[in-house]
């Protein structure tokens, strides 16, 4: 993609550039939806970035959006780790067992 429009606004390309074009992964669009979702419910209640009991819907609520973009993605960059994240995190508010 964006070699196609590097292409139409006849932008000169060295052949590293063109390498590195070449190899950019590809983003799956709904994946990264579900991700963008899941880090707005995991964020929503949290400006301090700290959590607290009472923000466990939106912690289930983003866990399942994590596990719907790696299930789209298995490679997924950005669900990987978030996804640890919220675990975690259920974890310490809820206990180690929590689920």
Known sequence: MAQAI??????????????????AR???????EADL?????????APTGLYVAEQRENTEKAIKYFQQALALDPND?????????????????????SK
């Open 6 to 23: 590097a292409t139409e606004v006849r932008i000169k390309l060295t052949p590293q550039e063109q390498i590195r074009l070449s190899n």
């Open 26 to 32: 590809q983003v799956n669009p709904e994946a990264h």
């Open 37 to 45: 979702r899941g880090f707005y419910e995991l964020r929503k209640h």
């Open 77 to 97: 960059a950005l669900a990987t780790p978030a996804w640890r994240t919220p675990t975690t995190t259920r974890a310490h508010i809820y206990g180690p067992h």
